[in-house]
């Protein structure tokens, strides 16, 4: 199933058993601004285990993730598996995965750009349950809206010119828009100060 970032709120609390979600793009910055959105909204304030493990552990050991599921910490009851640059040899593996009951564990897949003909891409965005949350570059619009809620975060009033200008010359990666958007928000409290 196909998910937009801004619906990532509505993706926990409707069943007691959490999707596996596969977080992917070329937007390295949008992909980090997403995987920040799940941990935030699954957390509710709880604290969580968290363990990271890559596609050479996967390769090496099959298991580790099965084990990482069974296994809660006796100081957190909740846990979340971060697992870095699958790739569509994995399939297999999460497809076991998806078998699992997830209660209080969130596991989160990241991985770069995945054409329309992968197979990992395809088990998630054919999935009635499992998430996929593609992660694009920018464009002129999301690019807008990116200032936009800046100026609003930031209680800040810029002019239609500037909106503008903000919105041609930011990068088409999240992180960095973001990056520049920080450093004009503390160019301006100086200058007010």
Same mark, same amino acid.
């Given at each position: 199933m196909i998910f937009k970032?801004?619906?990532?709120?509505?993706?926990? !609390?409707?069943?007691?058993?959490?999707?596996?979600? *596969?977080? $992917? !793009?070329?937007?390295? !910055? *949008?992909? @980090?601004?997403?995987?920040?959105?799940?941990?935030?909204?699954?957390?509710?304030?709880?604290?969580?285990?968290? %363990?990271? /493990?890559t596609e050479k552990n996967l390769d090496d050991e099959p298991s580790k993730i099965f084990d990482e599921i069974d296994t809660i910490s006796m100081f957190n009851n909740k846990k979340i598996i971060f697992i870095e640059s699958l790739k569509d040899k994995h399939v297999p593996l999460i497809e076991k995965l998806f078998e699992s009951i997830l209660e209080n564990i969130l596991v989160i897949l990241k991985s770069d750009s995945l054409g329309k003909s992968s197979k990992l891409r395809k088990l998630?965005?054919?999935?009635?349950?499992?998430?996929?949350?593609?992660? $694009?570059?920018?464009?002129?619009?999301?690019?807008?809206?990116?200032? #936009?809620?800046?100026?609003?975060?930031?209680? *800040? #009033? /810029?002019?239609?010119?500037?909106?503008? $200008? /903000?919105?041609?010359? *930011? &990068?088409?990666? @999240?992180? %960095? &828009?973001? &990056?520049?958007?920080e450093k004009i928000f503390l160019l301006q409290g100086n200058k007010s100060s």
């Open positions: 970032d801004f619906k990532i709120k509505d993706i926990f !609390g409707v069943n007691k058993k959490n999707p596996v979600i *596969l977080v $992917y !793009g070329p937007n390295e !910055g *949008l992909v @980090r601004d997403n995987v920040n959105k799940l941990c935030f909204h699954f957390k509710k304030h709880d604290e969580a285990e968290e %363990i990271t /493990l998630f965005d054919t999935s009635e349950i499992h998430i996929s949350i593609p992660c $694009y570059e920018d464009d002129m619009k999301s690019t807008m809206n990116l200032v #936009q809620d800046f100026e609003k975060k930031f209680n *800040l #009033q /810029l002019e239609r010119d500037v909106k503008n $200008y /903000l919105a041609h010359f *930011l &990068s088409n990666d @999240r992180l %960095i &828009s973001k &990056s520049e958007l």
